[in-house]
């Protein structure tokens, strides 16, 4: 069933219940929740109880979907998408902040030319100590342009910052060289120094940090997700 049928079947429903109730005999009866006796306000609550319907679960009432699902949205839905708006763009500003000041650091320690997003692979290949596949590495990133990033671990490698080992299509991994830990680590100091400073007087910030990280998960989800995303892009 499409939207738009929903929609009308709601309409014909309380449309009928109107017209069988006004051939019921009798003042005062009861039919279908409208009193038969009351047949001039019967209007009046067929038009209310459309709207009603169409308030809680509404789709769309007409065949061409010309009107939108959020012309009777509820108030809180709406304030709702406002918010999260205003969280889409908070999220850009950070990412765009975050992948600058990255960069600035980047460039005090080392004279290779890498964008964001190769800093970004670099920083990750660091994380756990531990070598990680291209899968993996896009699964984390929620990334599904496996040729870019392939690209990128080659540009790193040039720069004498990681190297491959393994062979065939799903051993193939990567982590850093020494000249990589060196800058890496160097890094993570600079952003906790950072960071420490930024947060000393914030005894409350884990938590929020915490209920954020879960809004930003679940957003993740509903944007849409890359699990498998890198399934054929283990090679090199």
Not at 142 to 163: C, M, W
Not at 185 to 208: F, H, N, S, T, Y
């Amino acid at each position: 069933m499409q939207s738009g049928e929903f929609g009308w079947i709601c309409c014909g429903s309380f449309e009928l219940d109107f017209r069988n109730c006004a051939r019921s005999p009798g003042r005062g009866s009861y039919c279908n929740g409208v009193f038969a006796g009351q047949a001039r306000y019967a209007p009046d609550i067929l038009i209310r109880s459309i709207f009603a319907v169409s308030g809680s679960i509404y789709w769309s009432c007409s065949l061409d979907h010309s009107v939108g699902p959020s012309t009777y949205s509820h108030p809180s839905a709406e304030l709702a998408r406002e918010k999260l708006h205003s969280l889409e763009l908070a999220m850009q500003r950070a990412h765009e902040g975050l992948i600058r000041w990255q960069a600035e650091n980047f460039e005090q320690l080392s004279s290779a030319t890498l964008s964001g997003a190769e800093i970004t692979l670099l920083l990750l290949i660091g994380d756990g100590g531990r070598a990680k596949s291209i899968k993996e590495m896009a699964r984390i990133t929620n990334r599904v342009d496996i040729p870019n990033i392939q690209y990128s671990l080659r540009k790193l490698a040039s720069a004498g910052l990681t190297q491959k080992k393994g062979a065939g299509r799903s051993g193939v991994s990567y982590s850093l060289t020494e000249e990589g830990c060196r800058t890496v680590a160097e890094m993570r100091m600079a952003r906790d120094e950072r960071l420490g400073r930024a947060l000393a007087d914030r005894p409350g910030i884990a938590v929020q940090l915490e209920n954020a990280l879960a809004v930003l998960e679940e957003l993740t989800g509903l944007y849409g997700s890359a699990p498998g995303a890198a399934g054929s892009g283990s090679r090199d």
